[in-house]
């Protein structure tokens, strides 16, 4: 499958992806700190405006696996071109919406365009490059995808108070365009062969991802009539059991649990998930806190955020010679202590903490947050051969995308149960925003755990 000679075009592969995973990651966070601004305009409580997040972050996590079918049957190119339409598309309708219904309506239609952008277009470089320049090149194209949840806080506040919300859906239009026009010209057009889809599979995995993302937004919105939450609970614990006897029962299932066999994969997956359990709600948390909490203006609050995408390009030349150096057991089981250390110390801001603490902390949340997620993406695709790395490649991808949305709805879940305990001790709003703050860092502390399971020689040919 892989290119010895690739074309002068399809040198330029992993721009696309580059900027395929800047689109996606940007619209997965732009919203941050525009969520009050959206608030006022629909009669919405700020903090119960998640959803708005979720349903994008969780339709990103159900259509992943039918974006690998998709490509290999008819092609990346093709498949990727079709992707970034729709996620334009989407992005209209979004500026386009009137309420909270259209809103997360046009969030489903953009996100099932951006399933398939980043999943299809790193297919094509697992395709297009041996496995000891992945290291290399995926240290290259997840910068973007690391300045998005970084640069989408600032460019949604300072978009929400000079213009309106609008804009932050409006200004991808012209990416999307341009992503066309360059996929068009570099893209390659892999294939690979597919057996018949599985729909049945696909039912049973998608459902019981929606009812257990239910059961979290139930629960941080206030409704906790546990009646209604123990059986969305059983339901999704059904679905999933059906779909492993389904799974067992198939030749070509929507999602290869055989996958699970390749030790490093299994690692880096879980570790990836239950990490991002912890650090995916910060994004969320931070600015919520800032406005709300602290009363800053949507601008200040994103622009907060913004010393750390500067040292996420900064430490990008280094990781290889960490990776290297330390070896990848080494490396992500010390930097998910560091950035459980760093949580736990941004719950003790206040609104008259000095600006360069705030600094300080967003540099060291910067840098160690790109090392964390380019080890834990490579050390997942480390052992996968060509004919598992359509199957891996979703499964690294669906995980990723899981761990967001559930990471934004355990953060809202904590938010509101700490919110409640205190108003019931007369405590105040920062207070709840501490504890959860303590409560993620504890969590991510306790991620780093799975990581003790890799070999000291993990990895090495990724590196190499």
Same mark, same amino acid.
């Given at each position: 499958?892989?290119?010895?000679?690739?074309?002068?075009?399809?040198?330029?592969?992993?721009?696309?992806?580059?900027?395929?995973?800047?689109?996606?990651?940007?619209?997965?966070?732009?919203?941050?700190?525009?969520? !009050?601004?959206?608030? *006022?305009?629909?009669?919405? &409580?700020?903090?119960?405006?998640?959803?708005?997040?979720?349903?994008?972050?969780?339709?990103?996590?159900?259509?992943?696996?039918?974006?690998?079918?998709?490509?290999? *049957?008819?092609? %990346?190119?093709?498949?990727?071109?079709?992707?970034?339409?729709?996620? %334009?598309?989407? &992005?209209?309708?979004?500026?386009?919406?009137?309420?909270?219904?259209?809103?997360?309506?046009?969030?489903?239609?953009?996100?099932?365009? $951006?399933?398939?952008?980043?999943?299809?277009?790193?297919?094509?470089?697992?395709?297009?490059?041996?496995?000891?320049?992945?290291?290399?090149?995926?240290?290259?194209?997840?910068?973007?995808?690391?300045?998005?949840?970084?640069?989408?806080?600032?460019?949604?506040?300072?978009?929400?108070?000079?213009?309106?919300?609008?804009?932050?859906?409006?200004?991808?239009?012209?990416?999307?365009?341009?992503?066309?026009?360059? +996929?068009?010209?570099?893209?390659?057009?892999?294939?690979?062969?597919?057996? *018949?889809?599985?729909?049945?599979?696909?039912?049973?995995?998608?459902?019981?991802?929606?009812?257990? %993302?239910?059961?979290?937004?139930?629960? &941080?919105?206030?409704?906790?009539?546990?009646?209604?939450?123990?059986?969305?609970?059983?339901? #999704? $614990?059904?679905?999933?059991?059906?779909?492993?006897?389904?799974?067992?029962?198939?030749?070509? !299932?929507?999602?290869?649990?055989?996958?699970?066999?390749?030790?490093?994969?299994?690692?880096?997956?879980?570790? &990836?998930?239950?990490?991002?359990?912890?650090?995916?709600?910060? !994004?969320?948390?931070?600015?919520?806190?800032?406005?709300?909490?602290?009363?800053?203006?949507?601008?200040?609050?994103?622009?907060?955020?913004?010393?750390?995408?500067? %040292?996420?390009?900064?430490?990008?030349?280094?990781?290889?010679?960490?990776?290297?150096?330390?070896?990848?057991?080494?490396?992500?089981?010390?930097?998910?202590?560091?950035?459980?250390?760093?949580?736990?110390?941004?719950?003790? /801001?206040?609104?008259?903490?000095?600006?360069?603490?705030?600094?300080?902390?967003?540099?060291?949340?910067?840098?160690?947050?790109?090392?964390? /997620?380019? +080890?834990?993406?490579?050390?997942?695709?480390?052992?996968? #051969?060509?004919?598992?790395?359509?199957?891996?490649?979703?499964?690294?991808?669906?995980?990723?995308?899981?761990?967001?949305?559930?990471?934004?709805?355990?953060?809202?879940?904590?938010?509101?149960?700490?919110?409640?305990?205190?108003?019931?001790?007369?405590?105040?709003?920062?207070?709840?925003?501490?504890?959860?703050?303590?409560?993620? +860092?504890?969590?991510?502390?306790?991620?780093?755990?799975?990581?003790?399971?890799?070999?000291?020689?993990?990895?090495? *040919?990724?590196?190499?």
């Amino acid at each position: 499958m892989i290119k010895e000679n690739p074309t002068v075009y399809e040198r330029f592969l992993p721009l696309v992806t580059a900027i395929a995973m800047f689109m996606q990651s940007l619209d997965g966070t732009i919203l941050n700190t525009s969520l !009050p601004s959206i608030a *006022k305009t629909m009669n919405y &409580s700020p903090l119960e405006m998640q959803s708005v997040i979720v349903s994008y972050t969780l339709t990103l996590a159900l259509f992943i696996p039918l974006s690998g079918w998709l490509s290999d *049957k008819f092609g %990346t190119k093709r498949m990727f071109i079709l992707a970034v339409f729709i996620f %334009t598309l989407g &992005s209209l309708f979004c500026a386009l919406s009137v309420d909270l219904l259209t809103l997360n309506l046009s969030r489903i239609l953009q996100a099932i365009g $951006g399933s398939m952008m980043v999943p299809i277009a790193r297919l094509a470089i697992l395709y297009q490059y041996p496995r000891n320049q992945l290291l290399k090149i995926m240290n290259y194209i997840t910068i973007p995808g690391l300045l998005g949840p970084v640069i989408g806080p600032s460019l949604g506040g300072f978009l929400s108070d000079n213009f309106s919300w609008h804009w932050i859906f409006l200004v991808n239009l012209p990416v999307g365009i341009i992503g066309m026009f360059m +996929a068009w010209k570099i893209m390659p057009n892999y294939k690979n062969t597919v057996g *018949k889809f599985d729909v049945l599979g696909l039912v049973y995995f998608s459902l019981a991802l929606v009812f257990i %993302t239910l059961v979290m937004e139930l629960g &941080s919105v206030g409704i906790n009539h546990w009646t209604i939450l123990l059986g969305l609970t059983f339901l #999704s $614990g059904l679905l999933f059991a059906l779909y492993y006897r389904h799974f067992k029962r198939t030749s070509n !299932p929507i999602i290869n649990l055989n996958l699970f066999k390749i030790r490093t994969l299994r690692i880096g997956l879980i570790g &990836s998930l239950i990490t991002r359990f912890g650090i995916s709600g910060l !994004p969320f948390l931070l600015p919520l806190m800032m406005q709300v909490g602290f009363g800053f203006s949507a601008s200040k609050a994103g622009m907060m955020l913004l010393p750390s995408a500067l %040292t996420t390009i900064a430490i990008k030349p280094w990781i290889v010679r960490i990776v290297r150096h330390f070896g990848y057991r080494n490396v992500l089981i010390s930097n998910t202590l560091f950035l459980a250390v760093i949580i736990f110390v941004f719950s003790f /801001m206040e609104k008259e903490t000095p600006l360069m603490y705030y600094i300080l902390l967003m540099i060291a949340y910067g840098a160690f947050t790109s090392i964390q /997620m380019t +080890a834990m993406n490579t050390i997942s695709l480390a052992d996968l #051969s060509d004919d598992d790395a359509s199957g891996g490649n979703s499964l690294l991808a669906i995980m990723q995308q899981l761990s967001v949305s559930f990471g934004i709805s355990i953060a809202a879940l904590v938010l509101s149960f700490y919110k409640d305990w205190l108003d019931f001790y007369h405590g105040d709003l920062v207070s709840a925003f501490h504890l959860t703050l303590i409560t993620l +860092a504890v969590l991510t502390a306790l991620s780093s755990l799975t990581f003790t399971k890799l070999k000291k020689g993990d990895g090495e *040919k990724m590196s190499n």
